[in-house]
């Protein structure tokens, strides 16, 4: 596995705690171009009262700003969690060369998990899909995440 996964993977579970320190569910997402993460966020659903808000969709809508594109073509995207049908249909249509996951979502997951958006060959972008990038980590956020919500 490509050692710099690991970096920008770490990058996004860092996102993810934020989310998490914020009551929010904790996903993380990073967007980078060659070597150079473009953009970063989490969920932010809560507070921004917009069921929209995912970390991907606010990584993507950050990276686009700052290529000045709508097109993020070579870049490569870094979720701690499996992408749901919004996100992967955002992913396919922004052109996301390469999408990392580090774990699924066996309710919405869009990947291949429930439902095919991200690798549906009949779409006219399929990304590339790297799957179990420090998976126990971004398992683990969720896990305790949602423990503690049961227990308040």
């Not at 993020?72 to 919004?86: D, F, N, Q, R």
Request: hydrophobic residues 40%.
């Amino acid at each position: 596995m490509h050692t710099d996964h690991h970096i920008y993977m770490t990058i996004a579970l860092e996102e993810a705690q934020r989310a998490a320190d914020e009551d929010e569910i904790p996903v993380g997402a990073v967007i980078v171009s060659g070597n150079e993460v473009i953009a970063r966020n989490h969920n932010k659903t809560r507070q921004c009262s917009d069921p929209t808000a995912h970390a991907e969709m606010l990584a993507i809508k950050d990276a686009a700003a700052f290529l000045r594109n709508e097109r993020l073509i070579g870049c490569s995207m870094y979720v701690t969690k499996e992408p749901c049908a919004m996100c992967a249909g955002a992913i396919v249509h922004a052109r996301i060369e390469t999408l990392v996951i580090g774990t699924k979502d066996y309710r919405f997951g869009a990947c291949g998990t429930v439902l095919t958006v991200c690798g549906n060959t009949q779409l006219n972008h399929v990304p590339r899909i790297v799957w179990g990038v420090d998976e126990e980590g971004c398992k683990k956020i969720l896990q305790d995440f949602f423990s503690t919500l049961r227990g308040k």
